[in-house]
């Protein structure tokens, strides 16, 4: 029998003291937590490790407009965006900061997913927590995102030749530049759960994109047993309809709890979940990060990703080390003035389980309705 290969984790250190600005939600470290917490629990072997290249300019015209790329590198040489370049591209307005690397760290969370999409081509897993960045639009930048690093990645399968992939969104916003690029090509099957009425208030559950895309927007304190149901009356019958020859998973963690830009309830146990049902669904399985605002809860969250995809048991208590990693953080949100002990000694939530309730069962129901387009 050919051996499984071992899961590669992509890393870039083009994220660390990288900040979108003291006041902006970004201004916290998510990619170098993440990467140094999974080192500090001894789950790294550097044999897996790969470096995420900065895109070309040929492999992001796959997607981006030439006029707003170029927009972007004089946001990045100049540290300023003209009137025209603010108001035709969004650069610098909207949540769309001019910050130091405005334009290598997108074009690195682009190159580090289209590197992970290639190197699954013969099968296997990749973890990338620099890529999730689902709102990009061709020619402006969106929700805090100037490129959409997984419409690149999907891309990559595509030109490879694969017909049949399903993209997983997590995040507590729509992944809706991801939906919007695929509307109209039925190779690529788009699920999200999001939440209802949340920012950028599209997804809605009778929202098809032309066949090849289901939503489910979820309500307010969103649990983790409503989680579970959507994921094992929805999320995997889709799959297994489908039956994909490859997965691009978005974890966006800003549905956890503890983040401030949503109002979900989900533990990380949640996201551990589905990422475990749905890594043995196709033969190929990228996952990539996203939004959350929250350092403690983010890099926790997606250090456990990590450990899931490796089959790694996640013991009670961090090693010291992991602990050290999480006690330097710094968090200048009211939660992180007064942070509880178990942001600092454990990786694992503890469960966020309540009532499934019949909306929630609904949006199952209404994903299953309708057949998806072969």
């Not at 981006?64 to 591209?89: F, I, V, W």
């Not at 929250?294 to 997606?302: A, D, E, F, L």
């Not at 200048?332 to 019949?358: K, M, Q």
Request: charged share 20%; net charge negative; with cysteine.
């Amino acid at each position: 029998m050919t051996p499984v290969p071992r899961p590669l984790y992509v890393n870039s250190e083009i994220y660390r003291n990288s900040t979108y600005g003291p006041k902006h939600p970004l201004a916290i470290p998510r990619v170098s937590t993440c990467t140094d917490l999974v080192r500090a629990m001894g789950w790294l072997d550097e044999a897996v490790v790969r470096e995420a290249p900065m895109a070309t300019d040929a492999q992001l015209l796959r997607f981006h407009d030439a006029g707003y790329l170029a927009a972007l590198k004089r946001a990045e040489a100049t540290q300023s965006a003209s009137d025209e370049d603010r108001d035709l591209y969004r650069i610098g307005a909207e949540g769309n900061p001019v910050y130091r690397e405005v334009y290598s760290r997108p074009a690195t969370s682009a190159g580090g997913v289209m590197l992970a999409a290639r190197l699954t081509l013969d099968g296997g897993i990749v973890h990338f927590p620099g890529g999730g960045t689902h709102h990009g639009r061709p020619a402006r930048a969106s929700g805090f995102c100037y490129l959409n690093d997984p419409v690149l990645g999907i891309m990559e399968w595509l030109d490879a030749g694969l017909d049949r992939i399903v993209y997983l969104d997590l995040d507590a916003h729509h992944g809706d530049g991801v939906q919007d690029a695929f509307a109209d090509d039925g190779r690529v099957l788009t699920l999200s759960i999001h939440e209802a009425g949340r920012w950028p208030n599209t997804g809605h559950a009778e929202d098809r994109a032309g066949g090849a895309a289901r939503n489910f927007p979820v309500p307010r304190e969103f649990n983790d047993s409503e989680s579970a149901w959507l994921l094992h009356h929805a999320i995997v019958p889709l799959i297994q309809r489908w039956k994909p020859q490859a997965i691009l998973v978005q974890a966006g963690a800003d549905a956890l709890e503890e983040d401030p830009l949503a109002r979900l309830s989900l533990s990380n146990n949640a996201h551990w979940s589905i990422v475990s049902a749905v890594r043995n669904l196709a033969p190929r399985l990228v996952v990539v990060g996203g939004g959350g605002y929250n350092p403690y809860t983010v890099g926790r969250c997606w250090a456990g990703i990590w450990a899931t995809l490796n089959d790694f048991p996640i013991p009670d208590r961090t090693t010291p080390a992991a602990e050290a990693v999480l006690r330097a953080l710094t968090y200048n949100r009211a939660a992180g003035r007064n942070p509880p002990e178990h942001w600092f000694t454990t990786l694992r939530d503890t469960a966020r389980d309540g009532p499934v309730r019949d909306e929630v069962k609904r949006l199952a129901d209404l994903a299953l309705m309708e057949t998806i387009p072969v």
